[in-house]
C-alpha cells in the first residue's frame, strides 16, 4: 500500500472535492470502472483522477484510526513511477456516506431544465412529451427551490417555428436532400422562390443562417431563417457537393460583396446610434454636439434609402451628394401620399 | 498534485454528513484544524464552509442540543446534500443527453454538463443514444448573462451601467435580481430596483461595461409568487396599438402580409390607383412606425391616426430640414 504522504496544495481544490463527490457514487453504481472511462466521464485526465483519488485516500470519518480511512486501491492505478494506467480498476472501499452524488446546484439545474425547454421548443409532439417526462423527473431531483425556477425561457410562437425550420433544413442537408425555399429580401422588399442544395444551418448571435448552394444565383449563399417564408424539402438528391457551412459568427460574410459598393457618410442623431451595433460600419467619429458620424459601405443604394427612412428625421446623409437628393425625394413622394390623397377607399 | 486545501474540505464535508447531530465549532477546531491558532482557524472555516456552499452543499446552523440552544453547531443533513433517486429509460436519457449540446455559452454548457455527469453517477445510463434531433441552440451573447445568472443563483445584489434607449448617457442602476427570462431572442434580467424601489425589468443588450457584486449572497428573498414572464408582460411598454391598416403596392410590403389578419386586393391607394392591396394588422409590434417608413412610398399607413400623425411629422422633419 502507498503511504500517506503529505501532499502540497494546488489550485482548484473546490473542483477536485466537485469531480470526487461525482466519482464515488459513479464506481459505488458500477462494478468495474476503469481509471481512463472514470476520466471520460469526468471530462478531465487519468492523471487527474488519480491526483483526485490520492487526495481520497487522506480522507474518512474523524478519528484518524485506519478503519475510519477511505480505501484505494492506488497500487493498480500508478505505473512504478507513479504515472497513471488507464487501464487500471479502481477499488474505493469505506466511503458509503458518499454513495449518492451532490444535488443539482440552481445554476445546474437551471441551465439543464432551460436546455430541456429549449429542445422542446421545436419538437415533434412525441419528442416534446418525451421532454416533459424528462421535466417532471428531474423536477423531484433537483430542490425545487426559488432559484431554480427564476430563469425561464419564454419562446414566442415565431421563434419555435423557426426552431422546427432549422431542423428541417439540417436534416435535408445531412440527408442530401434539395430544398425548394420562399424567401424575402427586406432591402428589395422582394420575395423570390429558388431551389437550393443546403450545406447546414448556422448561427451567429441573434440570427440562425442557412448556408446553401443556391441554383439561382449559381452560387454559394446565406439564408437569413426568419426571412425564410415557405421551406419544401423535395425527393430530389443535391446535385453540388456538399461543403462545411462556413462560420458566421466573426461576421466575416458582412465584407462580401463589397465591389462596385459605395462609401456613404451619415449623421447619426443620438436616437439613431442603435444602428451602429446593428449594421456594419466602416468608421465611427462621435460629434461634440452628440451626433456621430458614420462611414458605411452601400453596395444597393435603395436599401441606403429604406434605411434612412427608418430613422427619420434622425439620420441625413453628408456625402455623397446623390444619396441626399434620392433621400428628400423619397421622402417627399411619401410624404405626398399621406398629405394629399384620399385616406382610404374601398373598392 | 492532490492538495492539502481539497482534503480538509472533504473531510469536512465527511464529518457534518455523517453526524447526526450538530457538531460544536470547537469539536471541528480540534479534529480538523488542530494546528491553527484561534484567529486562522476562524477565517480558514469560514473559507471552507464558503468553498462548500459554493458547490451546493447545504451546511445548516442549529442547536447543538435541542433543549439548550445556547451552543450553535453545523450539519449537513444527509437528505439535503444526496440527489434523489432518478429512474430514467433509455429514450429519456438520451434527451438528456441532447440537452449537453443546446447551450452555446461556456459557462452554462459546463454547468450542464456538470448536471448530466451527476445524473449518471446517480446511475442514469446517459449515452448519446440515437435520437433522430438536430438539438436547436440556445444562444447567450449578451456578456452581461453569465454574471446576472450567477447572481440569480445566488440571489446577490448587482450594480451595472444601463442605457436606455431614450437615453444619453448610462446610468448607474443597483438590482436584486429575481431572474433571467429570454422572451423574443433576447435576455431580460427581472429584479427589484433598489434605488427605484419597484420592481424593474433591463434588456441585458442595454447593459454596458461590467457586472458587479453588490452585496453577499442569499441577502434577500425573492417575492413569492413572483411570475418572470407575467412581470415582463406587465413591465413592458404597451403595444403601439391594437388593430393597424395599412395600403401596400402589389407585390410589396411582404414582411407585413405575412402577418396580416386580412388582406383585400384591388383597393383604391391615396395616388388614385386602384391596385393597391388593404393589410389588416392584429397588435401590429412597436416598431410600426418605423417598418412603414422602410417601405417608403410602398406602404401607406391608414389607422390608428395616432400613429399616422408621427408618420407624417417624421417625414416633414426630413422635408422641412431640406427647405430650410
Known sequence: ?347 | MPAAKSERLLNLLIMLLVQRRPVPKERIRELLYPDSAPDAFEKMFERDKEELRGLGVPIQVAPVDSYFDDELGYRIPADDFALPEVTLTAEEASVVALATRVWEHATMAQATTDAVRKLSAAGVAVDLAPLDIAPPRMVADEPAFAPCWQAVCERTAIRFDYRRPDEEQPRRRHVQPWGVVRSSGRWYLVGHDVDRGAERVFRLDRVTGTVRRAGPPHAYDVPPDTDLRETIRRLAPPPGAQRAVLLARPDSGHSFRRRAVAVTHGVTGPDGRRDWDRVELERPSRGLVDEVLYHGSDVVLVEPERLREQIVRRLSAVVGAVVG
Open chain 1, 1 to 347: 500500500m502507498t503511504s500517506r504522504s503529505a501532499t502540497r496544495p494546488a489550485p482548484g481544490a473546490r473542483d477536485q472535492v466537485a469531480r470526487l463527490l461525482t466519482l464515488v457514487p459513479f464506481l459505488h453504481q458500477r462494478s468495474q470502472v476503469r481509471l481512463g472511462e472514470a476520466a471520460d466521464l469526468l471530462g478531465t485526465t487519468p492523471d487527474q483522477v488519480l491526483g483526485d483519488l490520492r487526495v481520497l485516500f487522506m480522507c474518512g470519518l474523524p478519528g484518524g484510526l485506519p478503519d475510519d480511512l477511505i480505501d484505494v486501491d492506488l497500487d493498480a492505478l500508478e505505473t512504478p513511477d507513479g504515472g497513471p494506467l488507464a487501464d487500471g480498476l479502481i477499488r474505493v472501499e469505506n466511503a458509503d456516506y458518499l454513495s449518492r452524488p451532490l444535488r443539482l446546484s440552481p445554476t445546474e439545474a437551471s441551465a439543464v431544465i432551460v436546455a430541456l425547454h429549449t429542445l422542446r421548443s421545436g419538437s415533434t409532439p412525441e419528442v416534446a412529451a418525451l421532454v416533459d417526462r424528462v421535466l417532471a423527473k428531474l423536477e423531484v431531483a433537483v430542490s425545487a427551490s426559488a432559484e431554480v425556477r427564476s430563469v425561464s425561457v419564454a419562446t414566442t410562437p415565431d421563434e419555435a417555428a423557426e426552431v422546427a425550420l432549422a431542423a428541417q433544413l439540417q436534416r435535408a442537408a445531412e440527408e442530401g436532400r434539395q430544398v425548394r425555399l420562399t424567401y424575402h429580401v427586406p432591402s428589395r422588399d422582394e420575395l423570390s422562390e429558388r431551389v437550393v442544395d443546403p450545406h447546414g444551418v448556422v448561427t451567429t448571435g441573434r440570427f440562425s443562417y442557412l448556408d446553401a448552394w443556391c441554383h439561382l444565383a449559381d452560387d454559394d449563399r446565406l439564408f437569413r431563417l426568419d426571412r425564410i417564408t415557405e421551406a419544401d424539402v423535395l425527393d430530389t438528391p443535391r446535385r453540388t457537393p456538399r461543403r462545411a457551412p462556413r462560420d458566421v459568427s466573426d461576421g466575416a460574410f458582412d465584407q462580401r460583396g463589397e465591389e462596385g459598393a459605395v462609401l456613404a457618410t451619415l449623421r447619426l442623431e443620438p436616437e439613431s446610434t442603435w444602428a451602429i451595433d446593428y449594421y456594419p460600419m466602416k468608421a465611427v467619429r462621435p460629434q461634440p454636439d452628440g451626433t456621430v458620424e458614420v462611414d458605411m459601405l452601400i453596395s444597393d443604394p435603395r436599401w441606403l434609402d429604406r434605411l434612412l427612412l427608418r430613422l427619420a428625421p434622425g439620420a441625413a446623409v453628408v456625402a455623397p451628394q446623390e444619396f441626399i437628393q434620392t433621400f428628400t425625394t423619397s421622402a417627399q413622394r411619401t410624404l405626398a401620399l399621406y398629405r394629399g390623397g384620399q385616406r382610404t377607399m374601398e373598392s
